[in-house]
């Protein structure tokens, strides 16, 4: 008779089959049972976060620079409570997480007993499945299961609910199999046909644009590879999502910025009038539509994605490929360049003069702003920062918020999994417990969160866990004493009404660090800041940098809500910006 | 603003609704219908009515049958949506007026009356597969099977005649002549 094994090694015998050697979590009254096996198995490393939330946004920062699933474990009630927001934030970014929650023991279920909460309830809208465990033969089949259907098809966040007794009894365990046919859920059968038309469409086309996403770098740093062929071969302008970001070289010419409500002028004006959409992994998010009826009126639009769901939810297509970024890429250039190798030179020129007019919006340098000798101008900080990191292999978190969109803006990603930020859920506090993720997964490498003062104080007693653990993150905060983004809405839509978006009392920050025992920098003037953020790569300890940028400054270009593509509010520089009324006030 | 429908952006125009069936082969399991009806809910579908029964123990599968309105790229949705749920095999949609479906709704309703009055109650029922499950003097229980308007019409004119009380299933769907659907 085959080794009976308890329900809570079972847990970690499955971890190891799935190759998972770190956790995130905290413990409590319905998973000690697990936390007591955690000795016996040495390959599974947890991290002790500070609140369960934290432990959510680590796993997602973990999973996104490394490719792997990201794993919480957290106890009942309130520890599953706590970790829906990380979930939901998963949910729409599409990042894998695998949650394995406590919960009281069967017997107790429905009774309202303490720290019990109807977990998988809870959790049913914003995880992709989920298991209550009701019995012990089946523990082993369903975690295994978990992963599956987390790093699958478009991957997304489970959970698993093990009630206690469950973790106690003991049955044997079943190894993880890998199935061909994953219940149909998985999709990636394009046409051949389909990538034909494609073409087509490519070679017709005089106004071509790709506009790229989160879904190319979550096909892996192959597809990122492929894109680039793609988009050298075809000579076509490239935007980008701001979860797309470092798909593609910033630095490359051919690359016209983020678009969307705070995206690149030329990339917008593109987008509006071009004649072919090629959408790669993108979702038409209404932060990038703008107004749906004016959406790029005169183009044929292609939307290439994994989620068969995501066609035509927002925006109706011409041509669909349901299929994973890679394949769908790699299939296209075998084509290319098997039936239309002078595809590309006769391309290039049919495409000369849409170029010329991409310049001429490029020249406007709608990322400009006017530079100060006496404040730092946040903008300014990102930029140098940007300049005094580049060398390195720098990974980046945000929070949510004004210098979200400034470090989109202004920091250039030339690679994959180096960018991690909240965009669907837009989830303020993402950023610090993100880092700790990203700095676990990726050891040696420099791990920045461009953080904002009023996001970070949301997860701020996450710092306690980066010095627990000596990693050495560093919290880039852009201090502007406001919640900034609601600041610079109050200030366009709701007559300067700064209702409840000035922090009154923050802590002094460089004390704050020195508490949680890591280092603290302040830097408040431009002629300082290069020496103080020169310091802080050079600490070796986690930091937090107090950067003391100007309070009103507000975040260009923009897409007035209600507004297409084409009308942007450009920065101070542009005379001609229009103020917005009635209609469009509500629609922010 | 008059109409202040979203914090985002401007309604577009909303297309023709229509009545659809969605029938779902789903894994009975439990939770499996609070994650279908959570769906609709929680992503503003409409659900006009319900009905869902184990369909092969063996197998362990459920059969749900709903009917919803709205316009053709919600139905779209409303399919690719429940196709990505893990305990569901495979979804079907039709149109209320296909021919080629057959939808039957059952409905049981007691009428308290005298003779004459139950009588004529019975006679409205004729068309609709009327059959009696309880009869007493003063009382009498009719099922019938017929379209939702059908009983809707039914149910209006029974009124007069007695009807206390009515309890009614949600709508089945079958597809006509010896092909299944896959």
Same mark, same amino acid.
């Given at each position: 008779?085959?080794?009976?094994?308890?329900?809570?090694?079972?847990?970690?015998?499955?971890?190891?089959?799935?190759?998972?050697?770190?956790?995130?979590?905290?413990?409590?009254?319905?998973?000690?049972?697990?936390?007591?096996?955690?000795?016996?198995?040495?390959?599974?490393?947890?991290?002790?976060?500070?609140?369960?939330?934290?432990?959510?946004?680590?796993?997602?920062?973990?999973?996104?620079?490394?490719?792997?699933?990201?794993?919480?474990?957290?106890?009942?009630?309130?520890?599953?409570?706590?970790?829906? /927001?990380?979930?939901?934030?998963?949910?729409?970014?599409?990042?894998?997480?695998?949650?394995?929650?406590?919960?009281?023991?069967?017997?107790?279920?429905?009774?309202?007993?303490?720290?019990?909460?109807?977990?998988?309830?809870?959790?049913?809208?914003?995880?992709?499945?989920?298991?209550?465990?009701?019995?012990?033969?089946?523990?082993?089949?369903?975690?295994?299961?978990?992963?599956?259907?987390?790093?699958?098809?478009?991957?997304?966040?489970?959970?698993?609910?093990?009630?206690?007794?469950?973790?106690?009894?003991?049955?044997?365990?079943?190894?993880?199999?890998?199935?061909?046919?994953?219940?149909?859920?998985?999709?990636?059968?394009?046409?051949?046909?389909?990538?034909?038309?494609?073409?087509?469409?490519?070679?017709?086309?005089?106004?071509?644009?790709?506009?790229?996403?989160?879904?190319?770098?979550?096909?892996?740093?192959?597809?990122?590879?492929?894109?680039?062929?793609?988009?050298?071969?075809?000579?076509?302008?490239?935007?980008?999502?701001?979860?797309?970001?470092?798909?593609?070289?910033?630095?490359?010419?051919?690359?016209?910025?983020?678009?969307?409500?705070?995206?690149?002028?030329?990339?917008?004006?593109?987008?509006?009038?071009?004649?072919?959409?090629?959408?790669?992994?993108?979702?038409?998010?209404?932060?990038?539509?703008?107004?749906?009826?004016?959406?790029?009126?005169?183009?044929?639009?292609?939307?290439?994605?994994?989620?068969?769901?995501?066609?035509?939810?927002?925006?109706?297509?011409?041509?669909?490929?349901?299929?994973?970024?890679?394949?769908?890429?790699?299939?296209?250039?075998?084509?290319?360049?098997?039936?239309?190798?002078?595809?590309?030179?006769?391309?290039?020129?049919?495409?000369?003069?849409?170029?010329?007019?991409?310049?001429?919006?490029?020249?406007?340098?709608?990322?400009?702003?006017?530079?100060?000798?006496? /404040?730092?101008?946040?903008?300014?900080?990102?930029?140098?920062?940007?300049?005094?990191?580049?060398?390195?292999?720098?990974?980046?978190?945000?929070?949510?918020?004004?210098?979200?969109?400034?470090?989109?803006?202004?920091?250039?990603?030339?690679?994959?999994?180096?960018?991690? /930020?909240?965009?669907?859920?837009?989830?303020?506090?993402?950023?610090?417990?993100?880092?700790?993720?990203?700095?676990?997964?990726?050891?040696?490498?420099?791990?920045?969160?461009?953080?904002?003062?009023?996001?970070?104080?949301?997860?701020?007693?996450?710092?306690?866990?980066?010095?627990?653990?000596?990693?050495?993150?560093?919290?880039?905060?852009?201090?502007?004493?406001?919640?900034?983004?609601?600041?610079?809405?109050?200030?366009?839509?709701?007559?300067?009404?700064?209702?409840?978006?000035?922090?009154?009392?923050?802590?002094?920050?460089?004390?704050?660090?020195?508490?949680?025992?890591?280092?603290?920098?302040?830097?408040?003037?431009?002629?300082?800041?290069?020496?103080?953020?020169?310091?802080?790569?050079?600490?070796?300890?986690?930091?937090?940098?107090?950067?003391?940028?100007?309070?009103?400054?507000?975040?260009?270009?923009?897409?007035?809500?209600?507004?297409?593509?084409?009308?942007?509010?450009?920065?101070?520089?542009?005379?001609?910006?229009?103020?917005? /009324?009635?209609?469009?006030?509500?629609?922010? | 603003?008059?109409?202040?429908?979203?914090?985002?952006?401007?309604?577009?125009?909303?297309?023709?609704?229509?009545?659809?069936?969605?029938?779902?082969?789903?894994?009975?399991?439990?939770?499996?219908?609070?994650?279908?009806?959570?769906?609709?809910?929680?992503?503003?579908?409409?659900?006009?009515?319900?009905?869902?029964?184990?369909?092969?123990?063996?197998?362990?599968?459920?059969?749900?049958?709903?009917?919803?309105?709205?316009?053709?790229?919600?139905?779209?949705?409303?399919?690719?949506?429940?196709?990505?749920?893990?305990?569901?095999?495979?979804?079907?949609?039709?149109?209320?007026?296909?021919?080629?479906?057959?939808?039957?709704?059952?409905?049981?309703?007691?009428?308290?009356?005298?003779?004459?009055?139950?009588?004529?109650?019975?006679?409205?029922?004729?068309?609709?597969?009327?059959?009696?499950?309880?009869?007493?003097?003063?009382?009498?229980?009719?099922?019938?099977?017929?379209?939702?308007?059908?009983?809707?019409?039914?149910?209006?004119?029974?009124?007069?005649?007695?009807?206390?009380?009515?309890?009614?299933?949600?709508?089945?769907?079958?597809?006509?002549?010896?092909?299944?659907?896959?």
């Amino acid at each position: 008779m085959s080794k009976l094994y308890s329900g809570a090694e079972i847990v970690f015998k499955c971890l190891e089959d799935q190759k998972v050697d770190t956790i995130f979590g905290y413990p409590g009254g319905a998973v000690l049972p697990i936390y007591d096996e955690l000795k016996n198995f040495q390959s599974v490393k947890h991290f002790l976060v500070r609140h369960e939330q934290g432990a959510g946004h680590a796993a997602e920062g973990y999973a996104r620079s490394s490719g792997k699933p990201g794993v919480a474990l957290v106890t009942s009630g309130p520890g599953a409570t706590n970790i829906v /927001t990380a979930l939901t934030d998963a949910y729409m970014d599409s990042v894998p997480i695998v949650c394995i929650s406590g919960q009281v023991p069967t017997h107790l279920i429905g009774t309202d007993a303490f720290q019990e909460c109807d977990t998988t309830g809870i959790t049913r809208p914003c995880t992709k499945h989920n298991w209550l465990v009701k019995d012990v033969k089946d523990l082993s089949k369903v975690i295994h299961r978990a992963f599956e259907v987390a790093t699958t098809g478009r991957p997304g966040p489970v959970l698993v609910d093990i009630p206690k007794d469950i973790q106690f009894q003991k049955t044997t365990y079943t190894k993880y199999k890998k199935q061909k046919k994953l219940n149909g859920k998985a999709q990636s059968n394009f046409k051949q046909s389909e990538i034909e038309d494609l073409i087509k469409l490519m070679s017709k086309a005089s106004k071509p644009i790709f506009y790229t996403g989160g879904g190319v770098i979550n096909s892996g740093p192959k597809a990122s590879e492929l894109l680039r062929e793609l988009v050298s071969a075809t000579g076509f302008p490239i935007t980008s999502t701001l979860q797309g970001l470092g798909a593609f070289p910033a630095e490359d010419n051919q690359f016209i910025g983020m678009l969307g409500m705070h995206g690149t002028y030329e990339a917008n004006n593109a987008m509006h009038d071009c004649d072919l959409m090629i959408n790669v992994g993108a979702r038409f998010d209404d932060r990038i539509t703008g107004k749906l009826d004016e959406f790029s009126p005169k183009s044929k639009k292609v939307h290439i994605d994994i989620d068969p769901s995501s066609i035509n939810k927002n925006v109706k297509v011409d041509l669909a490929i349901v299929g994973d970024v890679t394949e769908v890429i790699s299939s296209t250039l075998k084509s290319i360049k098997k039936n239309k190798p002078t595809f590309t030179k006769s391309n290039k020129q049919k495409i000369s003069k849409w170029w010329e007019k991409i310049e001429k919006w490029r020249s406007i340098n709608s990322l400009d702003y006017i530079n100060s000798t006496e /404040t730092i101008k946040p903008q300014y900080a990102v930029q140098r920062l940007y300049e005094l990191t580049k060398d390195k292999d720098t990974f980046i978190t945000t929070e949510v918020g004004q210098h979200q969109m400034w470090a989109a803006q202004h920091y250039k990603f030339n690679k994959p999994n180096r960018w991690m /930020t909240s965009g669907g859920l837009g989830t303020m506090g993402y950023g610090l417990p993100a880092a700790i993720g990203v700095q676990v997964a990726n050891p040696n490498k420099l791990v920045i969160d461009i953080a904002g003062e009023a996001s970070v104080l949301m997860t701020m007693q996450e710092m306690s866990t980066a010095v627990q653990y000596s990693l050495p993150i560093k919290i880039f905060i852009l201090n502007n004493e406001y919640m900034g983004m609601v600041r610079q809405w109050q200030e366009l839509l709701h007559d300067k009404n700064y209702s409840e978006s000035y922090t009154a009392a923050l802590p002094d920050f460089v004390k704050l660090a020195e508490a949680y025992g890591c280092v603290g920098i302040r830097a408040t003037t431009p002629e300082e800041l290069d020496d103080k953020i020169i310091e802080m790569l050079n600490t070796e300890r986690p930091v937090i940098f107090d950067c003391r940028v100007d309070k009103i400054e507000n975040c260009f270009p923009m897409i007035p809500s209600g507004k297409p593509h084409n009308q942007m509010l450009l920065g101070p520089n542009d005379q001609k910006q229009k103020k917005i /009324t009635g209609k469009g006030k509500t629609l922010v | 603003m008059s109409k202040p429908k979203s914090a985002y952006s401007i309604p577009g125009k909303i297309g023709k609704m229509d009545t659809h069936i969605i029938v779902v082969w789903v894994d009975n399991e439990a939770g499996v219908l609070a994650r279908v009806v959570g769906l609709f809910s929680g992503r503003g579908y409409n659900i006009e009515s319900l009905a869902v029964a184990e369909i092969d123990s063996k197998k362990n599968l459920s059969r749900i049958t709903i009917v919803t309105t709205g316009t053709p790229q919600v139905i779209e949705q409303i399919k690719l949506q429940l196709k990505k749920l893990v305990p569901v095999h495979k979804v079907a949609d039709f149109k209320r007026e296909d021919k080629q479906v057959i939808f039957k709704e059952m409905a049981l309703l007691k009428i308290v009356g005298n003779a004459s009055k139950t009588q004529k109650a019975l006679n409205t029922c004729k068309k609709y597969n009327a059959v009696i499950l309880d009869k007493t003097k003063k009382s009498v229980v009719i099922q019938i099977t017929a379209l939702r308007r059908d009983i809707d019409k039914v149910s209006i004119k029974l009124k007069s005649l007695g009807l206390v009380s009515a309890s009614r299933t949600g709508a089945v769907a079958m597809t006509r002549g010896a092909e299944v659907f896959k």
